[in-house]
């Protein structure tokens, strides 16, 4: 389904260097999509985007997400039927530290793409990433629903939350669905915003995120060291959330005005898994350092209801066997085999399930 559609569809994906960026064009040009991007370079070495050669496969386009004109420009240029927007300063901790440059990012950087979809007029969809942090959380254990109070205590959280309101004005003022003429040809695009759990899979390095924490601190013999072990949250492979963002693209493309909208993207739990859990089923050890300077939320769960109901998606990967693939992954990167090869071979196995609905 999604590989016939997306099929020499032009899709330019912000933050295509980034982990999940990484993933989604991996995801894109398996499907025979035309494949641009707009990012800084990538921020770790080793890092999946030179993993896979994605450098030479897509047309790649080194940017800050700040700068207006220049991405304009580029929008213009690549003339993209479906934009993917995940290009952002993606951690709670980080933004402790550099709160000007998160807000800066995350808010204004949304208003850029924003303005650059509504001055290109190839653009169809829109997709426009944010995060579970967005809700005002009483921390009471429930899982969000997408009409719930948006909040943010930490500066991270707060500019995602500012994010969903500038994403629902721009949607009124400027892509209201309700005066979209019905199909693809219409003068107008449809926007969303997805909002997804943790997500694991193998390649990130990011600083500040559990399963390369523990990558790490195996290979060097060590304890993982973790701030809160008891904390919640609703981890999903990478390849859940990212058949949510390709399947909504996909149904605003072909425009259908009832889909634009905010989206949960979660796993099923029938327990909610704590950061301890994730570790001991990773066969690693941990010492508690906590931090109490830099507050962060307990417990984080989303309800993907709605997402399962418009949609027709479902998650496909437990958290068993997503923390395996991803697990295998890495192992498999250790002992220095083709990583692009294995890499293609898991979303082909993951597309292979998915699509059999």
């Known amino acids: 389904m999604l590989g016939s559609f997306y099929q020499d569809k032009r899709v330019l994906v912000s933050g295509h260097t980034g982990f999940k960026g990484a993933w989604l064009c991996q995801m894109l040009l398996g499907m025979g999509a035309r494949v641009s991007g707009y990012a800084l370079e990538p921020d770790t070495e080793p890092n999946l985007y030179s993993i896979l050669k994605l450098e030479k496969r897509l047309t790649g386009h080194v940017g800050d997400i700040g700068r207006y004109e220049e991405l304009l420009e580029q929008v213009q240029k690549q003339k993209p039927e479906i934009v993917i927007h995940m290009a952002a300063q993606p951690l709670v ?61 930490d500066p991270y959280s707060a500019s995602k939350a500012a994010d969903e309101i500038v994403i629902s004005s721009y949607m009124r003022s400027f892509f209201n669905p309700k005066e979209k003429p019905a199909g693809p040809s219409s003068p107008i695009p449809l926007i969303a915003s997805a909002r997804a759990g943790n997500v694991i899979g193998g390649g990130d390095w990011s600083t500040d995120r559990l399963i390369p924490d523990i990558i790490r601190a195996k290979a060097a013999g060590r304890a993982v060291a973790l701030r809160n072990p008891g904390s919640v949250r609703p981890w999903q ?65 989303l309800d993907a209801g709605k997402a399962k109901k418009e949609l027709g998606w479902k998650p496909q990967l437990g958290i068993e066997e997503g923390l395996a693939w991803t697990l295998d992954w890495y192992a498999r990167h250790a002992a220095g085999e083709d990583m692009e090869s294995f890499t293609r071979a898991q979303i082909g196995q993951y597309l292979q399930r998915a699509e059999k609905k």
Not at 116 to 144: L, Q, W
Not at 258 to 273: C, L
């Open 237 to 301: 492979h990478v390849l859940d959330p990212l058949y949510g963002y390709l399947l909504l693209g996909m149904r605003l493309h072909e425009g259908e005005g009832r889909v634009a909208g905010a989206y949960n993207f979660a796993p099923d739990e029938k327990q909610p898994i704590t950061v301890e859990q994730i570790v001991r089923r990773a066969g690693a050890e941990y010492r508690v350092q906590p931090d109490p300077a830099k507050h962060e939320a307990h417990t984080l769960r």
């Open 93 to 153: 901790r980080t933004s402790y530290d550099d709160p000007i440059y998160t807000y800066q990012t995350n808010v204004m950087g949304t208003v850029h793409m924003l303005e650059a979809v509504r001055h290109c007029p190839s653009v169809r969809a829109a997709v426009m990433i944010t995060t579970d942090k967005v809700y005002e959380n009483p921390e009471d254990g429930h899982a969000f629903r997408e009409n719930e109070p948006l909040g943010g205590y």
